[in-house]
């Protein structure tokens, strides 16, 4: 009997999907550990909601939050990767 792997959202498609998210679905999607979320909302760096001890992320929050920290990278002569403003 052959078990088929579950269904993991990308990242696109939790965004898209409009529900709040978990901070599982958001780890998954971003492919960091739980725990670096949680980090990044104690350190205040994401966007959440907090519902009673739960917490929750909006997906058009993420999508500007996402926006916001892109970084431009200008790869060297040396082939070291360094980011620029942008």
């Not at 725990?35 to 909601?49: H, K």
């Not at 939050?65 to 790869?75: D, G, H, I, V």
């Amino acid at each position: 009997m052959m078990h088929k792997k579950p269904h993991i959202p990308s990242l696109r498609e939790l965004l898209e999907g409009g529900d709040l998210l978990r901070p599982d679905e958001l780890a998954a999607g971003l492919k960091v550990a739980y725990g670096t979320v949680y980090a990044w909302c104690e350190r205040g760096l994401i966007p959440y909601i907090r519902i009673g001890k739960c917490i929750r992320f909006d997906p058009v929050e993420i999508r500007g939050w996402l926006e916001t920290n892109r970084k431009a990278a200008q790869k060297n002569p040396g082939g070291k990767m360094t980011r620029m403003a942008t």
